[in-house]
């Protein structure tokens, strides 16, 4: 079974960082692209970062290139995701995301930042 678990998320004054993982099982992972995703209160979800191991890419958004940073750990099977430099509309609820075969999502960490 294909799970996700995010963590790291937190309250963060306007500048700060945080380091967000996401725990990956039930699949081999570095076959497959993971991706993180997150939504404002009253927004659709967008797409922050990207990572395919296997193939060395890494996609940011232009709202977060520069101040975000993604990774991977085969060994562990673990995405982080570095944040700096964070902004208030960095707010939202961060998720994990993968596809194999069907979207799976994990449950979420909230990301709030204080101006």
């Known amino acids: 079974e294909v799970q996700l678990v995010e963590s790291g998320g937190g309250l963060v004054q306007a500048g700060g960082s945080l380091r967000l993982s996401c725990a990956a099982s039930g699949f081999t992972f570095d076959d497959y692209a993971i991706g993180w995703f997150r939504q404002a209160p009253g927004k659709g979800r967008e797409g922050v970062s990207l990572?395919?191991?296997?193939?060395?890419?890494?996609y940011y958004a232009d709202s977060v290139k520069g101040r975000f940073a993604i990774s991977s750990d085969n060994a562990q099977n673990t995405v982080y995701l570095q944040m700096n430099s964070l902004k208030p509309e960095d707010t939202a609820v961060y998720y994990c995301?993968?596809?194999?075969?069907?979207?799976?999502w994990g449950q979420g960490t909230q990301v709030t930042v204080s101006s």
């Open positions: 990572i395919s191991s296997r193939h060395g890419i890494t």
């Open positions: 995301h993968v596809f194999n075969w069907r979207h799976y």
